[in-house]
């Protein structure tokens, strides 16, 4: 095989794909409306790339080292990798051509579905706040090389004068993240069809060494993973085998194995025995490793630069323990702990953060700048990089004392807590007073909480920051659509109503900007699936709610209606999984403090007048570790926050919560012990297979698993809707059936929604009806 240069001294995992200030969601988001032509959008993220590359180069990477990974993607990387591998499924094999490829039309539809034809469904990529679509294989799924879109953006750079270095999803971890087809036979998993799969990734590896690529990174962050429902034995001896086949090709880029978000642990010596030439460790989420047959010969890209989080961490202590590996192996490098899609792109574009906050964050530029730093210092020596690290630890030492980082009243409240801060009275008792309050029909319908986020709304929102709108006239416009949201539901006739939320720009950025101990961001955009981009908020100290945040909207629009309004508020673990959270404390301390927050906003809104509080939770399994040791404590602390954010609600107070991509039979008995009055779930992108688990566990609270699946831009049809709801009924005991969408409806246009949401009522006035002659 021909041998290539040294691995480089210092490299990335991925960098934000989005664009400074979004370009690439924009001009995807044109392509949908058509108003680009796809010409116009291969334009746009070209041009996107060519300048990341450059900025790349800028901050400390290599031009001609393949140091800068080639990570790129319209929509999802797993969604790339499966049309490289042209694993679509059938009911969109029209869209292929007799190659086997997709347009960029048809590789969106995948994603977004159309017409009768549903798209892929979605879930959380690992631990994080990202999205990915799920790949379905099965016996028939015909793997071919169908796409070399890599190789055109390899080939791409290097006529721009950069040796890149291409990514993909790992062979491994795709499948581990597949699930069965719907012709897959009962038992079968996508696993079994790994040599079927490894030969058209060792045509691609072909393909890109005879382009001129030195080196390739495969992603199997999977490895890591003990979540994933599979003998741990049988990912083994997958990752053995492709690794032995793909090491074992005559010509052939060399081969980086990336493993984010956790430690390889028994996978490590497995991969070690094969040919691949180096291996990413996650030294930030993951531990060092002991000594392992077979690295002493591989290349260590030691991740100690927090991919995942925004602080600037202790550069000093990050240097030692990449110097320290050399007892593992003579060749350590430098890297990210994860691709940096997880963070925002600039600290240094964000005007409105103090120069003390400032100084203590690194986003992905900063952090890019980092890695060259260390890997300096490794081929230099720490003198080179003394003054740098000197910086980075009095930044963090700062941070330590700075005011506001902790707060003695709040640290008073939380010590002072006791078990029975965490336990509301019995269940029975609350179902036999909301009853007798609420006064609800069966199979009760209502929606998750937002409600289209118009031009209108968006623009206002603007102008008030801006200045050109005055907070009067800013609140009377808000009222007004508040007011159009209530007209709307009762005019479809659900039963339980929501305020739409006009006045959040986000639900967990709404609540930092009104709670101490947070700060936003300009422009601290990060990917969340597709075109979908959010800010988190920065917690950076003791939480606390200085006055009431959510009250007068809620009390606004209950005194419009009859009918109950729910109070919307967002639960603790979803502000901190959604934030970049503070890493100087515990976790679980952190979420305590939110949920004393969110308490005293609950007594506010009863005291109000509203007689329903959702507090969403979409994020519950997103921060289920990794490793199955973990999972206890986390479910103790994450549990607990909720339960002491709802506990002092009175009896007849009927708490929601919902989550969303939350693999339900997962973490069902976290969500048994939240002990909310009603969880509504995502369903309808799975088709309802979640009710199985539903079922099988006894779950014996109320339950909305949705019905309609809000991320495509799809209108249900009402038979699609009943024979949905219809599924649940037959699983669950129709009792305890809620009627809803799976998410808020923030990212819809009113058109769809109305028309949506009277189909549902159309479906649920059907399956009242049969079920009522039927008993």
């Known amino acids: 095989m021909t041998t290539f240069p040294t691995f480089p001294a210092g490299t990335i995992l991925g960098y934000p794909r989005i664009g400074p200030r979004r370009q690439l969601k924009r001009a995807v988001e044109a392509f949908w409306a058509g108003s680009v032509t796809a010409g116009e959008l291969e334009t746009t993220a070209a041009a996107l790339r060519g300048s990341t590359r450059e900025r790349l180069v800028r901050l400390g990477l290599g031009r001609d080292d393949s140091s800068i990974p080639e990570s790129f993607s319209f929509y999802d990387q797993v969604l790339d990798a499966l049309c490289t591998v042209g694993a679509v499924p059938a009911r969109f094999a029209h869209l292929q051509d007799a190659d086997g490829r997709l347009d960029l039309a048809g590789y969106f539809t995948l994603a977004r579905g159309a017409g009768d034809h549903l798209p892929l469904e979605m879930t959380k990529w690992f631990d994080s706040n990202y999205h990915y679509l799920v790949p379905e294989i099965g016996p028939e799924t015909a793997f071919s090389l169908a796409s070399d879109r890599l190789v055109q953006e390899f080939v791409e750079a290097k006529a721009a004068g950069f040796l890149t270095r291409p990514v993909i999803v790992g062979p491994v971890t795709f499948l581990l993240l597949s699930k069965p087809s719907d012709a897959a036979p009962a038992g079968f998993s996508p696993l079994e069809r790994l040599d079927d799969l490894v030969p058209v990734y060792a045509a691609l590896l072909q393909r890109l060494r005879a382009a001129g690529a030195e080196w390739v990174q495969l992603d199997e962050p999977a490895l890591v993973s003990e979540s994933i429902d599979i003998p741990r034995a049988d990912a083994l001896t997958a990752v053995h085998s492709a690794y032995t086949t793909l090491g074992g090709l005559a010509e052939r880029p060399s081969i980086f194995v990336a493993a984010p978000y956790g430690s390889l642990d028994d996978a490590l010596p497995v991969l070690a025995a094969t040919a691949v030439e180096a291996i990413g460790l996650d030294l930030v989420r993951g531990k060092v490793p002991a000594v392992t047959a077979g690295l002493e010969t591989t290349t260590l890209v030691a991740g100690v630069i927090d991919g995942h989080n925004i602080w600037r961490g202790d550069l000093a202590t990050a240097f030692v323990t990449v110097a320290g590996l050399a007892r593992l192996s003579p060749r350590v490098t430098v890297s990210t702990s994860t691709s940096l899609l997880h963070v925002p792109h600039d600290v240094d574009d964000e005007s409105a953060l103090s120069d003390e906050l400032k100084s203590w964050l690194a986003f992905a530029d900063q952090k890019v700048t980092q890695v060259a730093t260390i890997a300096r210092g490794l081929s230099e020596g720490r003198a080179a990089i003394a003054a740098d690290l000197a910086a980075a630890s009095a930044a963090l030492d700062a941070r330590r004392v700075a005011p506001g980082v902790h707060d003695g009243a709040v640290r008073v409240r939380t010590e002072a807590l006791t078990p029975t801060d965490f336990t509301r009275v019995d269940y029975a008792a609350r179902v036999a007073a909301q009853e007798a309050t609420l006064n609800l029909p069966f199979l009760p ?71 101490d101990g947070f700060a936003v961001t300009e422009n601290g955009w990060v990917q969340s699936y597709g075109s979908r981009c959010v800010r988190p908020s920065i917690l950076w100290g003791d939480v606390s709610r200085p006055q009431p945040i959510t009250v007068e909207w809620s009390a606004y629009a209950q005194g419009l209606t009859l009918k109950p309004v729910k109070g919307m508020l967002t639960g603790p673990v979803t502000i901190l999984a959604w934030s970049f959270v503070r890493d100087d404390q515990p976790l679980g301390d952190t979420a305590r403090q939110v949920a004393l927050a969110l308490r005293d906003e609950i007594a506010d809104l009863e005291r109000a007048g509203i007689q329903i509080v959702q507090v969403d939770e979409p994020a519950l399994r997103e921060l289920l570790p990794l490793k199955k040791e973990d999972h206890a404590e986390y479910l103790d602390w994450s549990v607990g926050s909720f339960r002491l954010a709802t506990a002092g609600a009175a009896e007849a107070t009927q708490i929601h919560t919902h989550l969303c991509y939350s693999e339900f039979g997962v973490v069902i008995d976290a969500i048994r012990n939240l002990d909310a009055d009603v969880t509504s779930i995502e369903a309808a992108r799975s088709r309802m297979e979640v009710v199985g688990d539903i079922q099988s566990s006894g779950f014996d609270h109320g339950i909305g698993p949705g019905v309609w699946d809000i991320h495509s831009p799809r209108v249900p049809s009402v038979a699609e809707l009943t024979d949905l709801l219809e599924r649940a009924a037959r699983a669950i005991p129709s009792g305890q059936i809620w009627v809803n969408p799976d998410c808020g409806l923030k990212t819809r246009g009113y058109a769809e929604t109305v028309q949506s949401l009277r189909n549902m009522l159309a479906a649920t006035h059907a399956v009242r009806a049969s079920l009522t002659v039927s008993a």
């Not at 709304?457 to 102008?463: F, K, M, S, V, Y």
């Open 445 to 515: 319908t209502t929606t998750i909480g937002s409600f289209p986020q118009t031009g209108d709304i968006r623009r206002a929102r603007a102008q008030l920051l801006k200045g050109s709108l005055s907070t009067v006239d800013y609140r009377d416009l808000m009222r007004a659509e508040i007011a159009r949201v209530v007209t709307v539901q009762e005019e479809i006739g659900l039963d339980v109503l929501v305020h739409g939320e006009p006045e959040r720009n986000d639900m967990v950025q709404y609540f930092a900007e009104n709670l």
